[in-house]
């Protein structure tokens, strides 16, 4: 079996889970990267969160 594949897959599997929580505060939604060519994975916070003053 191929491991690297195998290792992708669950590292994959759990930026999915992750993307899945919703922020408490904010306008914010998460979002996945995947770029198996580059073996390059991430989970990014994309939004706005008012400072409060």
Known sequence: ???TK???DI???VIECY???VP???NIRLD???DDE???YALMQ???EEADE
């Open 1 to 3: 079996m191929d491991t």
């Open 6 to 8: 195998t290792d992708r």
């Open 11 to 13: 590292v994959k599997r």
């Open 19 to 21: 993307a899945k929580f």
């Open 24 to 26: 408490s505060h904010g």
């Open 32 to 34: 996945t990267a995947f």
């Open 38 to 40: 580059q073996g390059r």
């Open 46 to 48: 994309v939004g706005w």
